[in-house]
């Protein structure tokens, strides 16, 4: 049986797609889903679903289908989005200072806790009800406020120092917005976000839509 920490990336997302689906469910009051009624609502694989599901356990019952906020309930513990995640911004320039008061970063079990930037003009201000504080003093944000996921929002040339900076401070994961990719630490996961591939990819698909093409 697979662990959260043993699946595959696509697998956990996938996990993710299903959790909001069935938060989405259970918003409309709905109790019980088959696999088959799950992959139609949500434009979804039935046998995805139920390949991904097994490989965790037993989950639902045959011929019945699955308790919607039992089963949201297990993937909530299985993602281990059932205790808070703390989380300190590297870099509070624009980006940094959008994520800091992103709610998606400052709801449910993720919570934005300090942010610490280079530039003495953005020392002491205060940004989402944080006030930024001086990389120099990560380690001690870090150790103070408990923080254990580490965001880079710094130019590539400094990703890789500030992740460095970030090990020693002690986070236990990176989420990077840098454009760069970074020599991991074995005990440090880094998730790269780069939204520049992605609108590279739409970019591909558009290129038969002009002119008529």
């Not at 689906?21 to 609502?41: F, K």
């Amino acid at each position: 049986m697979s662990t959260a920490e043993s699946a595959s990336p696509l697998t956990l997302n996938r996990l993710s797609v299903y959790l909001r689906c069935l938060r989405h469910l259970q918003g409309q009051g709905v109790r019980r889903i088959s696999s088959q009624e799950l992959a139609e609502r949500y434009l979804l694989s039935a046998t995805q679903i139920r390949k991904d599901l097994a490989q965790f356990g037993e989950f639902g019952i045959r011929g019945v289908g699955y308790d919607v906020d039992q089963l949201a309930a297990d993937l909530t513990a299985l993602l281990g989005l059932d205790r808070e995640h703390r989380m300190v911004i590297v870099g509070m320039g624009n980006l940094g200072s959008a994520l800091a008061r992103y709610l998606g970063f400052n709801q449910g079990p993720f919570r934005v806790v300090g942010g610490v930037d280079r530039d003495p003009a953005k020392v002491g201000r205060r940004v989402g009800g944080l006030a930024v504080r001086h990389s120099d003093e990560l380690a001690r944000v870090v150790a103070e406020t408990g923080a254990v996921i580490g965001i880079l929002a710094v130019p590539a040339d400094a990703a890789q120092a500030c992740y460095d900076d970030l090990v020693r401070a002690g986070v236990q994961a990176v989420l990077s917005f840098s454009p760069v990719h970074v020599q991991q630490h074995p005990a440090v996961p880094v998730k790269s976000v780069d939204l520049r591939i992605h609108l590279e990819e739409l970019a591909f698909f558009l290129r038969g839509t002009r002119d008529g093409g």
